[in-house]
């Protein structure tokens, strides 16, 4: 477990850093599978969702990386969008991702992320934030749980095959 980590701001989108994010963005997906996703990674699916990431930072989207003795022990991605105008196309900040590889999670790194991407929502004077987690992975669940995150949809699946 860490006993010291900061948190950074991913602002340059040719910043080293953003390799590191990509693979550990991979592990999170491997991570997700063994929790219940049922959707796999693509085989460039790291690459193309930091090509999206890097295409939306400064404008509607913002990347936070935790640093631990020189070295990237997870990350957060945000970003900004509109609900639907007959909900009242309120502002909302969503949390995509966050991740903390395993020996340093119950430390605090997973918490200062979310509140670094909760204070830069509450800059933007969001309505609401929204996230999603997956049904199986009790420890995400109760972490948002303890960060004061209410349950409010259930998302279910049915893969093609079964049809």
Same mark, same amino acid.
């Given at each position: 477990?860490?006993?010291?980590?900061?948190?950074?701001?991913?602002?340059?989108? +040719?910043?080293?850093?953003?390799?590191? &994010?990509?693979?550990?963005?991979?592990?999170?997906?491997?991570?997700?599978?063994?929790?219940?996703?049922?959707?796999?990674?693509?085989?460039?699916?790291? +690459?193309?969702?930091?090509?999206?990431?890097?295409?939306?930072?400064?404008?509607?989207?913002?990347?936070?990386?935790?640093?631990?003795?020189?070295?990237?022990?997870?990350?957060?991605?945000?970003?900004?969008?509109?609900?639907?105008?007959?909900?009242?196309?309120?502002?909302?900040?969503?949390?995509? @991702?966050?991740? &903390?590889?395993?020996?340093?999670?119950?430390?605090? &790194?997973?918490?200062?992320?979310? +509140?670094?991407?909760?204070?830069?929502?509450?800059?933007?004077?969001? @309505?609401?934030?929204?996230? +999603? &987690?997956?049904?199986?992975?009790?420890?995400?669940?109760?972490?948002?749980?303890?960060?004061?995150?209410?349950?409010?949809?259930?998302?279910?699946?049915?893969?093609?095959?079964?049809?």
């Amino acid at each position: 477990m860490p006993d010291k980590f900061e948190i950074l701001e991913l602002t340059d989108k +040719q910043d080293p850093a953003l390799e590191q &994010v990509t693979g550990l963005f991979s592990e999170m997906y491997t991570y997700m599978q063994e929790h219940g996703l049922m959707l796999e990674l693509s085989e460039d699916g790291a +690459q193309k969702w930091i090509a999206s990431v890097k295409k939306g930072l400064g404008r509607f989207g913002i990347l936070y990386i935790s640093l631990h003795n020189n070295k990237i022990s997870g990350f957060a991605h945000g970003s900004i969008k509109l609900i639907p105008d007959y909900l009242g196309s309120k502002k909302t900040g969503v949390i995509n @991702h966050v991740y &903390v590889i395993s020996d340093h999670r119950n430390a605090g &790194v997973g918490k200062a992320l979310v +509140q670094s991407l909760e204070k830069w929502f509450s800059g933007l004077e969001v @309505h609401s934030l929204e996230l +999603q &987690v997956l049904f199986g992975n009790l420890p995400a669940v109760s972490f948002w749980d303890k960060l004061g995150y209410h349950r409010e949809l259930l998302q279910c699946r049915k893969m093609g095959e079964e049809t």
